[in-house]
């Protein structure tokens, strides 16, 4: 069974870092993309960036380029985001989710979400 | 960017009857690489429908997608208490891939 687990609700300062995983199983991790969407709180969804674990490739979202930073370990199958510095208006919920169907797929399994919330 | 138009923002109906999601394109869709996603409250988003028309592993077949170019279509048959729901339109195929601001389809 395909599964993406997401690492733990996060409460973090203003300036503060911090790093976000999903691990992936059940299917071979590195033949997969594996996409980062935010929600907002009580917005719809925001495509951050993709990535290939296979070979690092990865793709920003204009709109992320700069402010997060995509990557994964495919010895144990977890893909990452993390910020140097956040912001209160980073607080939402973050979404790991698979590509199926190579590099121009839909989404077809969702991790079930890490909420971060920034707040002095 | 390829900005999605999602309409109505929000559709009041009941159960039993049929409910017809729009979602417009600011530039043709390559390949018809259209998505429907489905999210319910405090819940994650769920594939309903992939390449505008095929629908994702275990979808009822009340759930049914069309269209191509820059107008797409999701068409819930007959509406079940469990498809009260905001729905996602989402194109894969150009690069920043980019979600319409959803549907959401209400009790009436």
């Known amino acids: 069974e395909v599964q993406l687990a997401q690492s733990g609700a996060e409460v973090k300062k203003p300036g503060e870092s911090l790093k976000i995983s999903c691990k992936g199983s059940?299917?071979?991790?590195?033949?997969?993309?594996i996409a980062w969407v935010r929600q907002m709180p009580g917005k719809g969804l925001e495509w951050m960036g993709i990535m290939y674990p296979g070979d690092s490739d990865i793709r920003y979202s204009p709109s992320f380029q700069g402010q997060v930073t995509i990557s994964a370990d495919k010895s144990i199958s977890t893909a990452y985001v993390q910020w140097s510095s956040l912001k209160a208006s980073d607080t939402a919920m973050y979404y790991c989710?698979?590509?199926?169907?190579?590099?121009?797929?839909?989404?077809?399994?969702w991790g079930q979400g890490t909420l971060v919330t920034v707040s002095s | 960017e390829i900005v999605l138009t999602q309409s109505p923002a929000t559709l009041s109906l009941s159960p039993g009857e049929r409910a017809t999601l729009s979602c417009r394109a600011s530039?043709?869709?390559?390949?018809?690489?259209l998505a429907w996603y489905q999210q319910k409250p405090g819940q994650t988003p769920r594939l309903l429908i992939y390449g505008a028309s095929s629908r994702a592993t275990g979808i009822p077949d009340r759930f049914s997608g069309s269209g191509s170019g820059t107008d797409f279509t999701l068409t819930i048959s007959r509406l079940e208490p469990e498809d009260f729901a905001v729905y996602y339109c989402?194109?894969?195929?150009?690069?920043?891939?980019?979600f319409g601001q959803g549907t959401k389809v209400e009790i009436k």
């Open positions: 989710a698979r590509l199926a169907l190579g590099v121009a797929g839909p989404f077809d399994y």
């Open positions: 989402q194109q894969y195929g150009s690069s920043p891939w980019t």
């Open positions: 059940g299917y071979s991790f590195t033949t997969y993309w």
């Open positions: 530039q043709s869709v390559s390949s018809s690489y």
